[in-house]
């Protein structure tokens, strides 16, 4: 099948890869020629685990190719897949400029039937923007899908190749054909396809989004009480999780959520909903309650230290998340803002992120244990593996102050306890 996909930024190349890895012909387009050069140069501009030998493969193959000509990117596909961005605006609300002009310029240079495919994350209501947008410049027939993508950052890869539903919001049969064969190399083992209204499949992106946001705010605030009344919230989370009707995933207590998915998408829905007459206080009290939760480790550290002034902060992880660069609505950031305001100086490693960081009070190093050198105490907020085992006696050795202040709850505070280290992690009894 020959494919467009528009924007070469976290979904849209992962999904254009992995499309050309089944043996499709992927065009993949962006106005952006920097991106370009370094896609044809063999660079890529994320990091996302398992992505850099498909493409490599594929653009060896030649079924993967990477443009900023808009009519030959048009005239390729006869699936165009729309993945650019939509960041929020100042009121939350989706910015649905690129969107739209995606929609404008596929109106404008398209010559025959084609199914226009949103796989960014988009308000209910979008694709009868795009039939309006694309139906002024053309009289040439085409469908409009919602195809919502469901990509985990750090397991995008293994995602899209094995995914757990494919929802596809359409009425044209055609459309859904079409559809249907595009995936069809992805659910040989079972059905997975799920088939909708539009603006139901819109609303179910942000609805699954929005539900973990809410399962990760609420742990958090269970922790940040449990602490306050002696109980531990992994011990709370193993009954709860145990429990079929909720089970373990997003349970687990921490810094608070970032991304680019959960912080925006959140923001995004609420703002449909008020436009709507349907508020949704319930996505109010997460968003507030994760803003709240980013600031509960320098709480934890200005409790135990009193004046900052002077002090200097071992920071293992930046990402916002293990197995990725992106530092989008990072926890981290919060918390070197809180740190360094406070008087304090923060050397920070992180395996991939933050490289390119720079903020007065902020070292970035090169390695976990450059981090440690005349740090006053340790602070992680990125659960990395490597952070997961490390040597305590090195750590002690190393510290000023032998203390941890674990935004991941990575380790038991039994056994630091028997080291002689401070530990502060989050909801548990130290």
């Known amino acids: 099948m020959n494919i467009t996909v528009v924007g070469t930024g976290y979904v849209g190349l992962v999904t254009g890869a992995c499309l050309a890895d089944a043996g499709n012909n992927v065009f993949c387009l962006d106005l952006n020629q920097e991106k370009i050069r370094q896609l044809n140069a063999g660079e890529i501009p994320i990091f996302e685990p398992g992505l850099e030998p498909i493409v490599k493969r594929n653009r060896e193959a030649g079924r993967l190719r990477f443009s900023t000509d808009v ?17 929020p605006g100042e009121d939350g609300s989706a910015d649905m400029q690129y969107v739209l002009a995606a ?7 398209m010559k025959a039937w084609k199914v226009i495919a949103t796989k ?8 009868d923007r795009i039939k309006e947008v694309i139906g002024k410049e053309t009289s040439t027939p085409f469908a409009v899908v919602s195809n919502p993508e469901f990509l985990k950052e750090g397991a995008a890869v293994e995602d899209f190749m094995r995914p757990d539903r494919v929802i596809l919001g359409a ?11 595009l995936y069809a190399p992805f659910q040989r083992n079972h059905e997975r396809i799920m088939v909708m209204s539009v603006r139901s499949a819109e609303l179910t992106k942000y609805a699954a989004n929005a539900m973990l946001a809410t399962r990760i705010s609420f742990m958090n605030e269970l922790a940040n009480l449990a602490e306050a009344i002696g109980a531990d919230i992994e011990e709370v989370r193993r009954g709860i999780g145990s429990d079929p009707r909720i089970g373990y995933q997003f349970l687990y207590a921490g810094a608070g959520f970032g991304g680019s998915c959960f912080p925006k998408d959140v923001k995004a829905l609420q703002n449909s909903a008020t436009e709507a007459g ?10 507030a309650v994760n803003d709240d939760q980013k600031r509960v480790l320098a709480g934890k550290v200005k409790r135990r230290f009193k004046d900052l002034k002077g002090k200097t902060f071992a920071l293992w992880g930046l990402a916002f998340k293990a197995n990725t660069d992106d530092m989008r609505e990072a926890a981290s950031l919060v918390l070197i803002d ?29 390695s976990a244990l450059a981090a440690l050198e005349g740090a006053d105490a340790l602070i992680i907020v990125t659960e990395w593996q490597e952070f997961r085992s490390p040597d305590f006696a090195v750590i002690k050795a190393k510290l000023k102050t032998p203390a941890i202040f674990d935004g991941r709850n990575l380790y038991d505070p039994a056994v630091l306890k028997s080291l002689g280290i401070e530990y502060f992690p989050i909801g548990r009894k130290a």
């Open 120 to 127: 960014s994350t988009v308000p209910v209501g979008t694709a």
């Open 103 to 109: 929609a404008r310029a596929i109106g404008k240079h």
């Open 71 to 87: 009519e030959a990117s048009v005239a390729h596909g006869e699936l165009q897949l729309i993945a650019v961005g939509t960041p």
């Open 278 to 287: 349907r508020p949704l206080r319930v996505l109010g009290a997460v968003g």
């Open 171 to 181: 009425e044209d049969p055609r459309a859904v054909a079409l559809m249907r064969q």
């Open 338 to 366: 809180d740190l360094t305001a406070a008087g304090a100086k923060v050397q920070a490693y992180d395996p991939v992120a933050g490289k390119a960081l720079k903020q007065d009070g902020l070292k970035i190093v090169d």
